[in-house]
Nanobody, 126 residues
Framework: QVQLVESGGGLVQAGGSLRLSCAASGRTFSTYTMGWFRQAPGKEREFVAAIIWSGTSTSYADSVKGRFTISRDNAKNTMYLQMTRLKPEDTAVYYC???????????????????WGQGTQVTVSS
């Protein structure tokens, strides 16, 4: 398992941009598919984006496709979420997560992820 710490959240106006980072500890970061999830007040946690361990395949929720970009730098043990054209409905706590399995395919279901960060708040004002 890996330990994960998110950063980069904050308050931004609608239409603005933010970049979230997820720093991982341990030498095995490069072997795990990684994902971003978010949870808005009063709502269930939902999938946002995922990236395979090699960085060669990604998946996005329809609500963020074309606006958010997931990436990773395995040399730095870090994953990113570049968020552009932010909307008030993007307001949520954003969590990064690591797949339960090493060398797996891209996964998007919450039960497939075994390690979670503590979350970072993103607030988009209208």
């Amino acid at each position: 398992q890996v330990q994960l710490v998110e950063s980069g959240g904050g308050l931004v106006q609608a239409g603005g941009s933010l970049r979230l980072s997820c720093a991982a500890s341990g030498r095995t970061f490069s072997t795990y598919t990684m994902g971003w999830f978010r949870q808005a007040p009063g709502k269930e946690r939902e999938f946002v984006a995922a990236i395979i361990w090699s960085g060669t395949s990604t998946s996005y929720a329809d609500s963020v496709k074309g606006r958010f970009t997931i990436s990773r730098d395995n040399a730095k043990n870090t994953m990113y979420l570049q968020m552009t054209r932010l909307k008030p409905e993007d307001t949520a706590v954003y969590y990064c997560a690591a797949d339960r399995r090493q060398w797996g395919r891209v996964v998007v279901a919450e039960p497939d992820f075994g390690s979670w960060g503590q979350g970072t708040q993103v607030t988009v004002s209208s």
